[in-house]
């Protein structure tokens, strides 16, 4: 699995966040702020109350389950061409 560290947008961030398939849980991924994480994900994205609440609530599961959302929700929007 590789991993890549930036927004879809271009610009640079210290998270790293899997950039290809993951094929099996990444448990040994160093994320210790889950809500930076999907904040990065999704960074540009408009968000009304109840999106909000979601991601919230996405950000108390584990790290695995974290970084795969924010993985998917990046390289979609990679795949769609947004930046």
Known sequence: MSYG???PSDGESN???PVGPIE???WNLPIGDFP???AEAFAGVE???YDRRIIEWLAGWDS???ATIASLVLRAR???GAS
């Open 15 to 17: 998270i790293p966040i």
């Open 64 to 66: 695995p389950t974290v």
């Open 47 to 49: 968000l009304g109350a």
């Open 5 to 7: 560290i930036g927004r």
């Open 36 to 38: 930076a994480v999907l």
């Open 78 to 80: 990679k795949a769609g």
């Open 24 to 26: 099996s849980a990444p």
